[in-house]
């Protein structure tokens, strides 16, 4: 199911994970290294590159640790290889396919997230009757608790649409119009989905949501599916994604580069105010 599992204000928390075992482990040997290496908080927190909330967070098992953060950690603090070993097992999540969870950590913690699509629509902006069908339409057919866990992770993962977030994440998204065209799932599921769709570009002032015409002769995004995430600390990671696999992008000349198509492509697509009245009369013509 693409889009790796295929927003009502929460707890003070809500945009950080749930503590759990697994995290606070982590946290604890993160913690331990530290220590050995006789360094405070604040001076790690300078020689990994973030921020000191986000190295007490990590500590304190509230917050996932970036791949890079990982990465900075096992070289700077000698773990021989812990810290990596111990962040593997901190993605198990139900209804996320396994190469899509390294991405929906970073997702969760993102400050602005720009996404491109030619496929589906985006998973944060999907009903669970969208969902459904196109779960249904690509083979072998998930059983029933596979399908439930799919949308209920989904469905779960557009609370990050949430401007009670603090700070609200900024959404870009740029969806291809044969996309909708498609009318994945028949009129009814389409109906809701425009539906829908109007109501979070309408009420949500932090989601710009942009169509790509049927015909466009220039087109940025031939190269496929993108998506660019910025974390609270500034720094950028990119994800691209086909048949069974995905792939999270951290070099930055390839970031650049998506950067660059990222941002043409949102100059090529209808402009907010036109893409929200070409789905409006979509809608009216189903």
Same mark, same amino acid.
């Given at each position: 199911?693409?889009?790796?599992?295929?927003?009502?204000?929460?707890?003070?928390?809500?945009?950080?994970?749930?503590?759990?075992?697994?995290?606070?482990?982590?946290?604890?040997?993160?913690?331990?290294?530290?220590?050995?290496?006789?360094?405070?908080?604040?001076?790690?927190?300078?020689?990994?590159?973030?921020?000191?909330?986000?190295?007490?967070?990590?500590?304190?098992?509230?917050?996932?640790?970036?791949?890079?953060?990982?990465?900075?950690?096992?070289?700077? #603090?000698?773990?021989?290889?812990?810290?990596?070993?111990?962040?593997?097992?901190?993605?198990?999540?139900?209804?996320?396919?396994?190469?899509? +969870?390294?991405?929906?950590r970073l997702? &969760?913690? &993102?400050?602005?997230?720009?996404?491109?699509?030619?496929?589906?629509?985006?998973?944060?902006?999907?009903?669970? %009757?969208?969902?459904?069908?196109?779960s249904f339409?690509?083979?072998?057919?998930?059983?029933?608790?596979?399908?439930?866990? +799919?949308?209920?992770?989904?469905?779960?993962?557009?609370?990050?649409?949430?401007?009670?977030?603090?700070?609200?994440? %900024?959404?870009?998204?740029?969806?291809?119009?044969?996309?909708?065209?498609?009318?994945?799932?028949?009129?009814?599921?389409?109906?809701?989905?425009?539906?829908?769709?109007?109501?979070?570009?309408?009420?949500?002032?932090?989601?710009?949501?942009?169509?790509?015409?049927?015909?466009?002769?220039?087109?940025?995004?031939?190269?496929?599916?993108l998506r #660019?995430?910025?974390?609270?600390?500034?720094?950028?990671?990119?994800?691209?994604?086909?048949?069974?696999?995905?792939?999270?992008?951290?070099?930055?000349?390839?970031?650049?580069? #998506?950067?660059?198509?990222? &941002?043409?492509?949102?100059?090529?697509?209808?402009?907010?105010?036109?893409?929200?009245? #070409?789905?409006?009369?979509?809608?009216?013509?189903?």
């Amino acid at each position: 199911m693409t889009d790796g599992t295929g927003g009502a204000c929460g707890s003070p928390g809500s945009g950080e994970p749930e503590v759990s075992d697994s995290l606070k482990t982590f946290g604890e040997v993160l913690k331990a290294f530290r220590k050995r290496a006789g360094l405070t908080q604040e001076q790690f927190a300078e020689r990994v590159g973030y921020s000191l909330q986000t190295v007490a967070k990590i500590e304190q098992g509230r917050r996932f640790p970036q791949v890079d953060f990982v990465e900075r950690a096992e070289e700077i #603090l000698d773990a021989f290889g812990t810290l990596r070993g111990a962040a593997r097992h901190l993605s198990r999540q139900p209804g996320l396919a396994s190469w899509f +969870r390294q991405w929906a950590r970073l997702e &969760a913690e &993102a400050v602005s997230l720009y996404t491109y699509e030619c496929r589906v629509v985006p998973g944060l902006l999907q009903t669970e %009757a969208y969902a459904r069908a196109v779960s249904f339409s690509v083979p072998p057919l998930p059983d029933e608790q596979e399908l439930n866990e +799919r949308i209920a992770a989904r469905i779960a993962r557009q609370e990050l649409l949430a401007t009670c977030r603090k700070p609200p994440t %900024a959404f870009s998204f740029i969806v291809e119009q044969a996309v909708l065209e498609r009318h994945t799932g028949g009129e009814d599921v389409t109906r809701e989905l425009f539906d829908h769709l109007v109501e979070v570009v309408e009420r949500h002032w932090n989601v710009e949501f942009q169509l790509m015409p049927l015909r466009q002769s220039v087109h940025a995004g031939l190269d496929g599916p993108l998506r #660019l995430a910025e974390t609270a600390d500034n720094h950028w990671y990119g994800y691209s994604e086909g048949q069974e696999n995905g792939r999270l992008i951290t070099d930055p000349k390839e970031i650049s580069r #998506l950067h660059q198509r990222c &941002a043409k492509m949102r100059s090529q697509a209808l402009t907010p105010e036109d893409s929200l009245g #070409l789905l409006k009369r979509m809608r009216g013509a189903l």
